[in-house]
């Protein structure tokens, strides 16, 4: 099992551009978290995905959006970058009603400059 | 916000117990206590939850106050590779649950 996994794994991104990050949950889980970490903080909520539609949401703008697909699969998008956005972003899964146990990707360290 | 308070950081000797504190004085009756960890360069780890018995597993132990309003992780034989940040989250079970991360405790084990 190869556990949760993302890409790409460092991402460099000019402010003003757009950015897709991928997530791919541990098999046989079908909910989907994602998570915004600046450096020196706790992991932030940004919204969770399950059957293919966001079910909770976090206190982030629009810029923010994502995606699941039939496969269970996630995107995170983000447009019109700013310096702030540079963060770790990590993806989470976890199976149907048991969304306390999630299991966290190694994440995407995206630089914005 | 997140509904818990951690110390910024401690230390243990390696093969020693390390018991990590978490006041939570404003838990409400249905919400559970959690504890995940980041190891440096990695996503967090799920270690352990308890409503108000105390809970064991491979990992460690979870002991929650009477009145559960504070509770103490103990890893009992701390390792180096148990140097970590340490969350302490409270939260309700359900499906719709996120995890509401604080800065945590930072644990370093020294040799």
């Known amino acids: 099992d190869a556990g949760v996994t993302q890409s790409p794994t460092h991402l460099i991104k000019t402010r003003g551009q757009q950015v897709t990050l991928r997530c791919s949950p541990k098999?046989?889980?079908?909910?989907v978290s994602w998570y915004q970490q600046a450096l020196g903080q706790g992991p932030q909520f940004i919204f969770q995905?399950?059957?293919?539609?966001?079910?909770q949401r976090g206190n982030f703008p629009d810029r923010f959006s994502g995606h699941q697909f039939p496969n269970y699969s996630s995107e995170l998008n983000v447009n019109a970058l700013l310096l702030g956005d540079s963060a770790l972003y990590l993806c989470?899964?976890?199976?149907?009603?048991?969304?306390?146990?999630?299991?966290f990707g190694p994440g995407t360290r995206l630089t914005v400059t | 916000d997140a509904k818990t308070t951690q110390p910024t950081s401690m230390d243990c000797a390696e093969g020693r117990a390390a018991n990590l504190p978490c006041n939570h004085s404003?838990?409400?009756?249905?919400?559970?206590v959690y504890w995940y960890r980041q190891i440096h360069s990695q996503g967090p780890q799920y270690i352990i939850h308890?409503?108000?018995n105390n809970e064991t597993n491979e990992m460690a132990s979870l002991i929650i106050t009477e009145d559960r309003k504070s509770s103490t992780l103990i890893l009992p034989h701390a390792t180096l590779r148990d140097t970590a940040v340490y969350y302490c989250?409270?939260?309700?079970?359900?499906?719709?649950?996120?995890?509401?991360f604080g800065k945590g405790i930072t644990l370093s084990v020294r040799p």
């Open positions: 989250i409270v939260m309700e079970a359900g499906a719709n649950s996120k995890l509401t």
């Open positions: 404003t838990i409400s009756g249905n919400e559970y």
């Open positions: 995905y399950y059957e293919e539609e966001e079910r």
């Open positions: 098999s046989g889980h079908d909910t």
């Open positions: 308890g409503l108000k």
């Open positions: 989470a899964s976890s199976p149907t009603g048991v969304s306390y146990e999630q299991y």
